[in-house]
């Protein structure tokens, strides 16, 4: 299925991904009001400007958050430890959103290296 907006593809996650992918698009939002959300490759980004920030994806098993970004994700390793870790994302929990802290810590330090 192609989704049309971020409305539409939490609507289609079972419980607990779709509750789990809501929290963290809430912080997300909460740290940066000016995001604007869209569908890139299919699951929800979060750009500025036109230039994706941070982006969230539901798996079978678990969930990802992808600050698009090695850089980033390699000044927060620390951050990060405990996380299955790619080279620019991360699993997590499909019942356990991401910390406020770490998703304040990632949006921010991405908009720094695209503006």
């Not at 992808?66 to 499909?94: I, R, T, W």
């Amino acid at each position: 299925m192609k989704f049309a907006s971020v409305d539409e593809y939490l609507a289609d996650q079972p419980e607990p991904k779709r509750s789990t992918l809501q929290a963290v698009r809430e912080v997300i939002m909460a740290i940066e009001p000016g995001l604007e959300e869209a569908i890139a490759w299919n699951a929800p980004m979060f750009k500025l400007g036109g230039k994706n920030i941070i982006g969230l994806c539901s798996f079978k098993n678990h969930l990802t958050l992808s600050p698009q970004s090695e850089a980033v994700m390699l000044e927060h390793a620390d951050l990060l430890v405990g996380y299955l870790c790619s080279k620019n994302s991360f699993q997590f929990p499909v019942d356990e959103p991401v910390s406020k802290e770490l998703l304040e810590r990632l949006v921010r330090s991405r908009i720094s290296e695209v503006s």
